[in-house]
């Protein structure tokens, strides 16, 4: 039995704090759609009888009706597939949802927060959907695979052993549960970072977000594709998502000054299919606005600059001198030396000594 496994795609997400760059989220939007367009040529190509959707589909808050219909169109072109949705955190089973007010083709069947079974000739698919934007009960303990000679699956969005408060209001599993309740497979949605071959004939599986959503998720997308059999399960990973987020360090310590940073960034190659942000690292010369920066950087794979440099000065060494300079830098010492000081305000004291010292220059 062949099926394809996704999670997390979000469709029509706004991607608002990605970029400086104006038109990324559309570019994204429209990368998302070509991501499922993919997905469902290849099902159409390989005749996948299953395709199982963990969650998160689409942006409840954002979706619009013409993506549920082109959604919807490319569930219309793939008839002998059998589709099966179950709601996450950011698109639950609620009333106003296009889960209830849509028409969505035969194919397509949602789970809502009632744990169901659909029994089919050689398999039986169990599911459940959220019906809010949080869930702290799906009541999964309670089933009990009662026909355990056929193929049991089970699709659902949640977070395995979530242990902080905020884990526990997403579905949190226990993974030893899920493992004593030998299904044969467990598509899980959620957490956009893949698992699937961790570890030995692993069952417990999470795809990750079919197309990245930013640089805190690194690396390649895609979908799940699997061929399953009562004592055998055999999974790949097929890459849907063409770009890839990367990041890449720049020590800027032998940088005197921010024309020659420019030149520099200017200077570096990326992929066409990259989104790169820029960590500056080291210490630096001269002061530095990131956005402000940002408008003369002429590679276009640049989208966001991230400063973790640190000053260029030795305060102790500057303190001693009997000069305005070091008066200030004494003083600012003795704040940084606080017990109390956190992180945030000595960084704050550090931006300071920097436009301080270029003012005195």
Same mark, same amino acid.
């Given at each position: 039995?062949?099926?394809?496994?996704?999670?997390?795609?979000?469709?029509?997400?706004?991607?608002?704090?990605?970029?400086?760059?104006?038109? #990324?989220?559309?570019?994204?939007? $429209?990368?998302?759609?070509?991501?499922?367009?993919?997905?469902?040529?290849?099902?159409?190509?390989?005749?996948?009888?299953? #395709?199982?959707?963990?969650?998160?589909?689409? *942006?409840?808050?954002?979706?619009?009706?013409?993506?549920? =219909?082109?959604?919807?169109? #490319?569930?219309?072109?793939?008839?002998?597939?059998?589709?099966?949705?179950? /709601?996450?955190?950011?698109?639950?089973?609620?009333?106003?949802?296009?889960?209830?007010?849509?028409?969505?083709?035969?194919?397509?069947?949602?789970?809502?927060? &009632?744990?169901?079974?659909?029994? $089919?000739?050689?398999?039986?698919?169990?599911?459940?959907?959220?019906?809010?934007?949080?869930?702290?009960?799906?009541?999964?303990?309670?089933?009990?695979?009662?026909?355990?000679?056929?193929?049991?699956?089970?699709?659902?969005?949640?977070?395995?052993?979530?242990?902080?408060? *905020?884990?526990? =209001?997403?579905n949190s599993i226990? &993974?030893?549960?899920?493992?004593?309740?030998?299904?044969?497979?467990?598509?899980?949605?959620?957490?956009?970072?893949?698992?699937?071959?961790?570890?030995?004939?692993?069952?417990?599986?999470? /795809?990750?977000?079919?197309?990245?959503?930013?640089?805190?998720?690194?690396?390649?997308?895609?979908?799940?594709?699997?061929?399953? =059999?009562?004592? &055998?399960?055999?999974? *790949?990973?097929?890459?849907?998502?063409?770009?890839?987020?990367?990041?890449?360090?720049?020590?800027?310590?032998?940088?005197?000054?921010? *024309?020659?940073?420019?030149?520099?960034?200017?200077? =570096?190659?990326?992929?066409?299919?990259?989104?790169?942000?820029?960590?500056?690292?080291?210490?630096?010369?001269?002061?530095?606005?990131?956005?402000?920066l940002y408008k003369?950087?002429?590679?276009?794979?640049?989208?966001?600059?991230?400063?973790?440099?640190? $000053?260029?000065?030795?305060?102790?060494?500057?303190?001693?001198?009997?000069?305005?300079?070091?008066?200030?830098?004494?003083q600012i010492l003795?704040?940084?030396?606080?017990?109390?000081?956190?992180?945030?305000?000595?960084?704050? $004291?550090?931006?300071?000594?920097?436009?301080?010292?270029?003012?005195?220059?």
């Open positions: 039995m062949k099926f394809v496994h996704i999670a997390d795609l979000h469709i029509d997400s706004p991607f608002v704090n990605l970029s400086d760059k104006d038109n #990324l989220g559309e570019i994204r939007r $429209l990368d998302q759609r070509r991501a499922i367009k993919k997905v469902i040529e290849y099902i159409k190509e390989n005749n996948v009888p299953y #395709l199982f959707i963990a969650g998160d589909l689409y *942006e409840h808050k954002y979706i619009k009706k013409s993506t549920i =219909q082109y959604i919807n169109n #490319l569930f219309k072109e793939i008839p002998n597939t059998a589709i099966f949705i179950s /709601p996450g955190n950011h698109d639950p089973y609620l009333q106003n949802s296009y889960y209830t007010q849509f028409k969505w083709n035969k194919n397509v069947h949602i789970f809502k927060s &009632k744990i169901e079974k659909i029994g $089919l000739e050689n398999v039986n698919i169990y599911g459940y959907g959220f019906d809010n934007f949080y869930c702290t009960n799906s009541n999964i303990e309670s089933i009990e695979l009662d026909e355990k000679n056929k193929i049991n699956i089970l699709i659902i969005h949640g977070t395995l052993n979530g242990a902080s408060i *905020e884990e526990k =209001q997403y226990s &993974k030893k549960m899920l493992e004593d309740k030998n299904f044969d497979y467990v598509a899980l949605g959620h957490i956009h970072k893949m698992s699937y071959n961790d570890e030995a004939n692993q069952r417990i599986v999470y /795809p990750g977000s079919t197309v990245s959503l930013g640089f805190d998720e690194l690396g390649e997308h895609g979908m799940i594709v699997g061929d399953i =059999q009562k004592n &055998k399960l055999d999974l *790949e990973f097929i890459k849907i998502d063409n770009r890839e987020f990367v990041e890449r360090e720049i020590d800027i310590t032998n940088i005197i000054s921010k *024309e020659e940073l420019i030149e520099y960034i200017n200077s =570096q190659s990326f992929s066409e299919n990259q989104f790169v942000k820029i960590i500056l690292v080291g210490k630096r010369n001269f002061e530095i606005n990131t956005y402000g003369f950087i002429e590679n276009n794979q640049v989208i966001k600059i991230k400063d973790k440099t640190k $000053l260029n000065y030795d305060l102790e060494k500057i303190a001693n001198e009997t000069t305005l300079r070091g008066l200030f830098a004494k003795e704040k940084m030396n606080m017990e109390d000081i956190t992180k945030e305000e000595k960084e704050i $004291l550090e931006k300071a000594v920097e436009i301080a010292f270029d003012a005195l220059e």
